[in-house]
T-cell receptor, first 114, second 110 residues
């Protein structure tokens, strides 16, 4: 069974631009969560989607948004990029929502903002 | 708000020595605790979770609600245990949201 895939793997943008990251969950998984990983703050929760609905949102500004499609694939968008948005963005999928569902992580997208 | 604290950024031990990776949490409710591991050049993956009470790769972790701790232990470290270890907490049964600690790098020397 193929794992969680994220595209692109690496991205370089300049301040003020916007970016869209994509996540394809494991086949059959309906829940997708996004995390931001930085050396200073560690892993921080961004969003959780289940059946195209945002179930939970972390403490990030409105520049960070996401969505989930009917095939469970998910995208996250960051508008008006800032230097501090440079991070590894991880996507995780699980069969269902709820803490008893094991989450499987993707390899991440490394975003660099210049 | 919930918080997970891993006091050690780096733990260095020799092969065969016991290992204890510390994790403390703050949450007033009934949390579910996890340990995730990331080996070099690999994805973050679940090592074990409190509710299953399993021993994975020789690692165990006991939830101590009185001390709000969930320390990860292994009696005899192996070189292949070298990795980054993250303690995580899930506070709400209806969500998958995880709150992570900042991680501890375990280095096992021969």
């Amino acid at each position: 069974k193929a794992g969680v895939t994220q595209t692109p793997r690496y991205l370089i943008k300049t301040r003020g631009q916007q970016v869209t990251l994509s996540c394809s969950p494991i086949s059959g998984h309906r829940s997708v969560s996004w995390y931001q990983q930085t050396p200073g703050q560690g892993l921080q929760f961004l969003f959780e989607y289940f059946s195209e609905t945002q179930r939970n949102k972390g403490n990030f500004p409105g520049r960070f948004s996401g969505r989930q499609f009917s095939n469970s694939r998910s995208e996250m968008n960051v508008s008006t990029l800032e230097l501090g948005d440079s991070a590894l963005y991880l996507c995780a999928s699980s069969l269902g929502t709820g803490r008893y569902n094991e989450q499987f992580f993707g390899p991440g997208t490394r975003l660099t903002v210049l | 708000a919930q918080r997970v604290t891993q006091p050690e950024k780096l733990l260095s031990v020799f092969k065969g020595a016991p290992v204890e990776l510390k994790c403390n949490y703050s949450y007033s409710g009934s949390p579910e605790l996890f340990w995730y591991v990331q080996y070099s050049r690999q994805r973050l993956q679940l090592l074990l979770r409190h509710i299953s009470r399993e021993s994975i790769k020789g690692f165990t972790a006991d939830l101590n609600k009185g001390e709000t701790s969930f320390h990860l232990k292994k009696p005899f470290a192996q070189e292949e245990d070298s990795a980054m270890y993250y303690c995580a907490l899930s506070r709400h049964s209806g969500y998958s949201t995880l709150t992570f600690g900042k991680g501890t790098m375990l280095l096992v020397s021969p």
